[in-house]
């Protein structure tokens, strides 16, 4: 084949070539019998370097494809290449008319969004002002965060976890001893035993301050022992096994992270010391510091927004100060939201956009909006036909936020990975629809 395309090449450039090259002599006066000698020795030499020229382009653009896509690792080309296979093998892209196009969105697998980093969250109309900011802080939530302080001098004996590890309620911590917790550990069992021994004896045998103060006593001796943080199945199996006097094991009282561990082996914390803190996560406090006038349109049970980083959560409301910071002039309100993936952390900064009754619409951030090939937004919106592109209004826009009106609510917005969307929409040739 590419041997016939250089003898087919080569015979057109030497046609043309003597033509030129006749009018040339002519035109400097060379007769015929000059012409006959000189124009072989001249045309074969310029045929031959536009041959060779030739050849080494073909070789060239031969080999540009496997090398130039080899080197392609993309993310996005990996899974156009999937798409468009998959077109293929449904008739798309092999000839389909425009009309197959415009009554089916663009469809792809688990797979494909995976790759793209398509997320897709339902529309909801907002009431949020993109310029009633205030800035604000991720802190623990106080009411699922626990320390643990043991009410008695203890000592360190062992440690079976490492800071940041998430940990499930009843799971051990630490073993923890001393000559303070074998005392209160002593105690109880004595306590207990007196107790069980005055209410098998009859109310004729004992008088009944002798039992209430039997009772009193147990009592007493049992609370010390769950103020050293031991449970109930660690206290009843401690009355029944004397021979575990000394030490116990302290465990977690909530599924959450280990955090602030400053328990190390053998070292002695009086009584009262913190040894470690539990958290969990996937509730978090949002602090934030907002100005009187910012204030008036606060009200504790509403919603706001919160954004922290590229993500944007709903938060309520749980409370406010109503006392202004004496140096600040601003006034605390604390806000309560979910963080089921722990995608956040407490000690984190955020921004917080107030409740706006006025303004209404959804707030998106810039990754799901992208311009259409009008000019106009648009975002994408997926259904059972797949994803779809639909224009919309965008009103005000403020520090990577959009407030969009156009939307039904209800609807599955895509949030990330509208740019892939749009390049498979312009490749394709997919309608917009304005509904």
Known sequence: MGTRVMKTVTNRCNTELNSRFNSRFK??????????????????????GISLAFLMTLTAVAGFPSTAFAAEGHDQV????????EDDGHGHGQG????S????GLKLTAEQQALAGIEVTQVSEETFSLEAVAMATLVVDRDRTMTLAPQLDVRVLARHVVPGQEVSKGDPLLTLGGVAVAQAQADYINAAAEWSRVKRMG??????????QAQVDAELKRAILEAMKMTSAQIATLASSPDTIGSYRLLAPIDGRVQQDLAMLGQVF?????????????HLWVEAQVTPAQSESISVGSEALVRVGDRSIKANIIGRSHELNSVTRTE????????????????QFAELYLPNAIQGGVILPDAALTRGG??????FIQDEDGFEAVEVEVVERQRGMNLVRGLTPGSNLVISGAFFLASEQAKSGFAIHNH
């Open 332 to 347: 605390q309100i604390l806000l309560s939201l979910e963080n089921p993936g722990h995608g956040i952390h407490a000690g």
């Open 96 to 99: 389909a008319g425009e009309e």
């Open 203 to 212: 109310k004729s045998a004992v008088s009944a301050s002798r039992r209430l």
């Open 78 to 85: 990996a899974v156009t290449a999937k798409v468009q296979a």
């Open 101 to 104: 196009q415009e009554e089916h």
């Open 27 to 48: 035109s400097i006066g060379m007769d015929m019998n000059t012409q006959a000698v000189a124009a072989p020795f001249y045309l074969s030499a310029l045929a031959r």
């Open 374 to 379: 009008d000019g106009d937004w648009q975002v």
């Open 270 to 282: 009086s009584s009262g010391t913190a040894l470690m803190q539990l958290t969990d996560e996937s």
